[in-house]
T-cell receptor, first 118, second 114 residues
Framework: DTGVSQNPRHKITKRGQNVTFRCDPI?????LYWYRQTLGQGPEFLTY????????KSRLLSDRFSAERPKGSFSTLEIQRTEQGDSAMYLC????????????????FGAGTRLSVL | AQSVTQLDSQVPVFEEAPVELRCNYS??????LFWYVQYPNQGLQLLLK??????LVKGINGFEAEFNKSQTSFHLRKPSVHISDTAEYFC????????????FGTGTRLQVTL
C-alpha cells in the first residue's frame, strides 16, 4: 500500500492557461474522488468515479473542468482557461466500496496539488 | 439541509493540557462521521471514524471522539496534547444516500504551545 499519489505537488500558471493534475489511487481501490480546498476552508466535493465511470459531479465543477479515469486506475483533472478563482489545493481520495459493506467505504487522501493562478 | 459545523476556528492550548474540538451536524438521514488531520502542506490523514456500534471511538495518536445522536455532535478529545498535535482538524460527515461523498466542516486550527 503506497497510498494515494498526486502530481504535481505545486503548479503555478498564468491566467488563461490550461493545467492538468494526476492522481494515482491505492491500487485495489475502485472509487476515486476529487475535492477542492480553498484557504481557510474545508475540502469541497467536486466529482467521483466508480472504476472508469464518473457517477457524480458537483455544481462547483464548471464547464472548464473535466475529469477522467480512462482505465479505472489513475485519474486526471483538467482545468481549461484558468482563472484566479481556481487557485486552491486540489485533493484526490480513493476508497474500496463493496456493495454489501458500504459503511466501510473509507476515503484515503493524497497530499494534494496546490494550484496558483497568477 | 445537511451541513457540518465546527464552532471553533482556532483552539490554543498548552502542552499536556486536555483539548476538545467541537463538531455538530445537521441531517435528516443517518450519518457516518470522521475526523481528519491536516499538517502544513500535506493532505488529510484519517484520525478516527464512527460507522456504527459503540458511540465512543478511539483513533490514532491518542485521540477519541463520542457520537451523540440526540445532540447531533461528534466532538474530538485528547486528554494530554503534544506540540506535534499542532495542525488543522476537520470533521467530515457522509450522509446516507449521498453516494459516499464527504461533507467537511471549515476546520479547527489546534495550536499547542509550551
Amino acid at each position: 500500500d503506497t497510498g494515494v499519489s498526486q502530481n504535481p505537488r505545486h503548479k503555478i500558471t498564468k491566467r488563461g492557461q490550461n493545467v492538468t493534475f494526476r492522481c494515482d489511487p491505492i491500487s485495489e481501490h475502485n472509487r476515486l474522488y476529487w475535492y477542492r480546498q480553498t484557504l481557510g476552508q474545508g475540502p469541497e466535493f467536486l466529482t467521483y468515479f466508480q472504476n472508469e465511470a464518473q457517477l457524480e459531479k458537483s455544481r462547483l465543477l464548471s464547464d472548464r473542468f473535466s475529469a477522467e479515469r480512462p482505465k479505472g486506475s489513475f485519474s486526471t483533472l483538467e482545468i481549461q482557461r484558468t482563472e484566479q478563482g481556481d487557485s486552491a489545493m486540489y485533493l484526490c481520495a480513493s476508497s474500496l466500496a463493496l456493495e454489501a459493506r458500504t459503511a466501510k467505504n473509507i476515503q484515503y487522501f493524497g497530499a494534494g496539488t496546490r494550484l496558483s493562478v497568477l | 439541509a445537511q451541513s457540518v459545523t465546527q464552532l471553533d476556528s482556532q483552539v490554543p492550548v498548552f502542552e499536556e493540557a486536555p483539548v476538545e474540538l467541537r463538531c455538530n451536524y445537521s441531517s435528516s438521514v443517518s450519518v457516518y462521521l470522521f475526523w481528519y488531520v491536516q499538517y502544513p502542506n500535506q493532505g488529510l490523514q484519517l484520525l478516527l471514524k464512527y460507522l456504527s456500534g459503540s458511540t465512543l471511538v478511539k483513533g490514532i495518536n491518542g485521540f477519541e471522539a463520542e457520537f451523540n445522536k440526540s445532540q447531533t455532535s461528534f466532538h474530538l478529545r485528547k486528554p494530554s496534547v503534544h506540540i506535534s498535535d499542532t495542525a488543522e482538524y476537520f470533521c467530515a460527515v457522509r450522509f446516507t444516500g449521498t453516494a459516499s461523498k464527504l461533507t467537511f466542516g471549515t476546520g479547527t486550527r489546534l495550536q499547542v504551545t509550551l
